[in-house]
């Protein structure tokens, strides 16, 4: 079956330390988005990647860098710089066309102490 | 930036009621796609109406849109209690090829048995 997997689904850091969040696709699918979601809150996006090797900042980037050097993958690392890094984080994938819906990944709930 | 907000932010009713929510936005879009979350998973894509279009029907799911009032509604019929879950709405404003989609805060839906 086609779809897109985050791992883990629960992850634990200590303040200060960096961590990459997984993300793997195989819908083949040349776009891929990573979005912040916070309680009661709607989805707010990172970065955004329409091809390898190419991708964007999107509204809340700071704190966080991607790489996009496969087309099935799309990590994400919420480095020591975010200061509020403790929510929840989906990946999505689409064809990067104007009339295309998103697919989403399950999540990762990241917990910062 | 959240293009879209949905209202009411929290639906409670009854098994066998309708259930009607709203989506407003503030710019001209392309799109505008409505989405499932169950809680602590990733969305689900459930319609997509384009800019030109009025109204869509999707089994038990009924979109209209108003771009002169910037505005959509989402309309399940005879609700089931597996139909508990936030529901978003998301535009599309993005030019060319740079596609990618903004979220409102989402409605909490809860149908009771």
């Known amino acids: 079956d086609g779809g897109i997997t985050q791992s883990p689904k629960y992850l634990f850091r200590k303040e200060g330390q960096n961590v990459t969040l997984s993300c793997e696709q195989n819908?083949?699918?040349?776009?891929m988005y990573w979005y912040r979601q916070d309680p009661g809150q709607g989805l707010r996006l990172i970065y955004y990647s329409q091809i390898v090797n190419d991708f964007q900042k999107g509204d809340i980037a700071e704190g966080y860098s991607v790489s996009r050097e496969k087309k099935e993958s799309f990590p994400l690392t919420v480095t020591s710089a975010q200061k509020n890094p403790t929510a929840f984080y989906l990946c999505?994938?689409?064809?990067?066309?104007?009339?295309?819906?998103?697919?989403f990944g399950n999540g990762t709930r990241l917990t910062v102490t | 930036s959240q293009q879209g907000e949905e209202d009411p932010q929290a639906l409670s009713i009854q098994e066998g009621e309708n259930a009607t929510m709203n989506c407003s936005y503030k710019?001209?879009?392309?799109?505008l796609q409505w989405y499932r979350q169950n809680s602590g998973r990733g969305l689900v894509h459930l319609i997509l109406i384009r800019s030109n279009e009025r109204e869509k029907h999707s089994g038990r799911l009924r979109v209209t849109l108003d771009t002169s009032k910037k505005s959509s509604s989402l309309l399940i019929t005879a609700s089931r209690a597996a139909d508990t879950a936030s529901y978003f709405c998301a535009t599309d404003a993005s030019g060319g090829s740079n596609y990618k989609l903004t979220f409102g805060k989402g409605t909490l839906l809860t149908v009771n048995p």
């Open positions: 999505a994938s689409s064809i990067p066309s104007g009339y295309s819906p998103l697919h």
């Open positions: 710019t001209s879009i392309n799109n």
């Open positions: 819908l083949n699918h040349d776009a």
